[in-house]
């Protein structure tokens, strides 16, 4: 299953790599270019200048050295293909679900079922889309419930609820 999925391009050397970059420069201009076109080596040939909002506990050398070591300690390992790997089934695509189309101006234009991962409450709200409400009662009533009799069975539902009978 890892060989037939494997690509060069997107080890995880250079994705470390070009994470740190990330997080020490917040330059992200290279996720626009396609992985082929990723050079880590000459990466890590350049300066690499903290952007100001960044907050380090140490300077940018001493994580360059630590990742120097790491990526040299990386590539000395030998990894082969063992028949003992856990052989996981390929990710199948998200089911469909509802997502906003926006216009030229950025106003809401409709909207359309396409794949995806993860529904956003507030979007399906402002869709009209039915979602599944189901966050906790507040901790305040759990407060009045305490303050009850010890032996008296005290109604925890949020205002206006009726049990469901489970």
């Known amino acids: 299953m890892i060989?037939?999925?494997y690509t060069p391009h997107r080890d995880d050397i250079k994705g470390v790599i070009f994470t740190l970059y990330e997080i020490i420069t917040l330059d992200e201009h290279f996720r626009e270019l396609p992985h082929e076109q990723q050079n880590a080596e000459a990466l890590l040939q350049m300066e690499w200048l903290k952007h100001p909002k960044v907050k380090l506990n140490?300077?940018?050398e001493a994580f360059r050295s630590a990742l120097?070591?790491?990526?040299?300690?990386?590539?000395?390992k030998e990894f082969k293909p063992m028949d003992t790997w856990v052989r996981w089934p390929w990710m199948p695509k998200p089911p469909l679900g509802p997502v906003l189309n926006y216009g030229p101006n950025g106003e809401v234009a409709g909207k359309e079922m396409k794949p995806v991962p993860v529904?956003?409450?507030?979007?399906?709200?402002?869709?009209?889309?039915p979602y599944w409400d189901w966050e906790r009662p507040a901790s305040y009533r759990l407060g009045e419930a305490l303050k009850g009799d010890a032996g008296k069975e005290v109604d925890m539902l949020p205002v206006g609820e009726e049990p469901n009978g489970v």
């Open 3 to 5: 060989d037939k999925h």
């Open 58 to 60: 140490s300077d940018v």
């Open 68 to 76: 120097d070591a790491w990526v040299m300690n990386r590539k000395s």
């Open 119 to 129: 529904l956003i409450r507030k979007e399906l709200v402002q869709m009209g889309e």
